[in-house]
């Protein structure tokens, strides 16, 4: 597990190297790219469906009735969190997208992996966080 310490910079690191590449469904989407991030921070792994493409990532949410129930069960023993910080990941309502999962950044910003790059967006309603050891 790596310490908070450098988090920042590892984090911004992480983000730059999505830029540097287009994002894939089976890889990389916005539960697979935070996923990869806790793995990289704390050493765990998630139990998460496959994916091929936008139809099915979509039919998996239905399939669990929303994004952010498919993240609870693979979040299990991590602690949520009602202040999110640096680093920590979690769920957000867009409205104009429904639920987006992504990484919490400072001053309450939130990093999202869309389609075409890395998003940044000041969440109006954050559904669920969880905060990294």
Known sequence: MMS?????ERLQAYIEAAYERPMDWE???CTYWPAEWV????????????CRDRDQAQALIRAGGTLD???????????????????DVGVIDTGRFGQVGGIF??????????ENTVA???PRFIVRAWALP
């Not at 793995?39 to 496959?50: I, M, N, S």
């Not at 609870?72 to 640096?86: H, I, N, Q, S, V």
């Not at 950044?105 to 869309?114: E, S």
């Open 69 to 87: 129930r498919l993240w609870k069960g693979a979040l299990y023993g991590f602690d949520e969190t009602g202040r999110p910080g640096l680093g």
């Open 39 to 50: 793995y990289r921070e704390t050493g765990r792994t998630f139990d998460l469906p496959a």
């Open 4 to 8: 908070r310490e450098g988090r920042a």
């Open 120 to 122: 940044f967006i000041l």
């Open 27 to 29: 890889t990389d989407n």
């Open 105 to 114: 950044l400072p001053g309450q910003y939130f990093a999202w992996r869309g």
